[in-house]
């Protein structure tokens, strides 16, 4: 907090109440003041300008959608993503930190082999920050907002958890990893989003990792039983979204889950 100091020119006590002029700042105190504001406004422009770039990007992107081309736009950065894509709370949309996000990423690569196929469901920051450090042909993004088609056209799948049975032919048995944030912290959200999981998971080499609120934890153990999606295993990762005041973990479905994300909190 600044220190206002009483103006040396006043000539009435400053408690009086009865002085014309107005209290005045020591020049130290003023000139910290300025430059306060402005590397404040500094950063509040290149703000916007980034938020402009990401934006002009996306509509780039949305300009240019080719379906038929066969190769995706390269990745852009989590940076650009949480300034080009806001949270719509409607959807319970709440973005990972660009830390994390790239955090998470690192751990899930360590899962994969070059022809892994993952399904990320419900979690486009960490499908963002995994296709932008190392993308994967075999990547998916499940995902209800279909804003998110520009980024990866043919590696999105519109899907809603509320239509379980519904999803690609082409995924059914044969995904090696599936990652959820499931939207909602209740019961039929999970129950919708196990019943998807459950058919396109490998049924032996298939795994699952979930982020969630630790609140569903008594859910989680019932409905996320037995293989491929259980029994579930929290493991050392620490969740981190921007400002989000629940306590959110993460489990695993494999033997060994409880090491993923260790190094992190070493
Ligand atoms: C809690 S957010 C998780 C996002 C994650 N923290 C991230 O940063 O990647 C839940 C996600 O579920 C999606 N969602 C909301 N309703 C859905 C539905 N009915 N079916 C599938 N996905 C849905 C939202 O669009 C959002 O991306």
């Not at 590397?39 to 990007?57: I, Y």
């Not at 959807?91 to 899962?111: C, D, E, I, N, P």
């Amino acid at each position: 907090m600044l220190h206002v100091p009483e103006s040396p020119r006043s000539t009435t006590s400053s408690f009086s109440g009865l002085s014309s002029s107005p209290p005045m700042l020591h020049a130290d105190t003023l000139a910290l003041l300025e430059s306060f504001l402005s590397s404040k406004a500094e950063e509040e422009k290149r703000f916007n300008e980034l938020a402009e770039q990401a934006a002009a990007r996306v509509a780039g992107l949305a300009l240019n959608l080719h379906f038929e081309d066969e190769q995706d736009p390269p990745m852009m950065t989590v940076d650009e993503y949480r300034l080009a894509f806001s949270e719509d709370w409607q959807l319970s949309q709440f973005w990972y930190t660009t830390a994390f996000a790239t955090r998470l990423a690192k751990h899930v690569r360590s899962l994969c082999t070059p022809s892994s196929t993952v399904a990320f469901m419900c979690c486009p920051t960490a499908f963002v920050a995994f296709q932008h450090t190392n993308p994967l042909e075999g990547a998916k993004l499940l995902e209800y907002d279909g804003r998110f088609t520009v980024l990866a056209p043919h590696k999105f799948v519109h899907y809603d958890l509320n239509e379980p049975d519904t999803f690609p032919e082409s995924l059914r048995g044969t995904v090696d990893l599936v990652i959820i944030d499931p939207p909602f912290l209740n019961e039929p959200t999970n129950a919708g989003l196990v019943q998807t999981t459950r058919q396109i998971l490998h049924p032996q080499r298939g795994k699952l990792l979930l982020l969630t609120g630790t609140s569903t934890e008594p859910i989680l153990d019932r409905l996320y039983d037995k293989s491929p999606v259980g029994p579930l295993r929290r493991t050392s990762l620490e969740v981190e979204h921007g400002g989000l005041a629940n306590e959110f973990a993460c489990w695993g479905s494999w033997d060994g889950a409880e090491d993923f994300g260790k190094d992190d909190s070493e």
